[in-house]
């Protein structure tokens, strides 16, 4: 399954960049990451402790995952790649975000790839309603400087 989403903010790339550079941030703007917190890193790369739980009526589900920021060039691009150090084999997840200056602010695409079947479509309808309410939640959060 994969997808993607793209804002417009009215900031530039430096302001909305630390928002999705650190995973750390995310449950304060995308309500189905509930938890992440920071592992011991993977080598170099920092790593989290990621609960996921999404509700669609009276169904729930939950899932924690350890992500690893894989790639990262500062204000412009940021990978986090599923890494469970288990040895076990697991379902894909990757989430990639890319930023780029706009006139106005900046642009920001997301793209998720999960390579499970365990939600199936659930998961994509609940994926799909929530990037729309944390895009907006995202807006509201990152402060524009004055000019």
Known sequence: ????ASLDAPCPPSVVAPWVDDL???PAWLSIV?????VEPHGTAPAWSVDLRGHIGPLARSKRLRMVRTAHEPERLVVFERSEGDGRQHASWVLRAELAPTP??????????????????VLERLLRDEIVQ?????????TCPPG
């Open 1 to 4: 399954m994969d997808v993607a």
């Open 134 to 142: 944390g895009s907006q939640r995202l807006l509201a959060l990152v």
């Open 34 to 38: 509930t938890r992440a917190e920071p």
């Open 24 to 26: 750390e941030r995310y």
């Open 104 to 121: 106005a602010g900046s642009h920001l695409t997301m793209h998720l790839h999960y390579g499970g079947s365990f939600w199936g479509p």
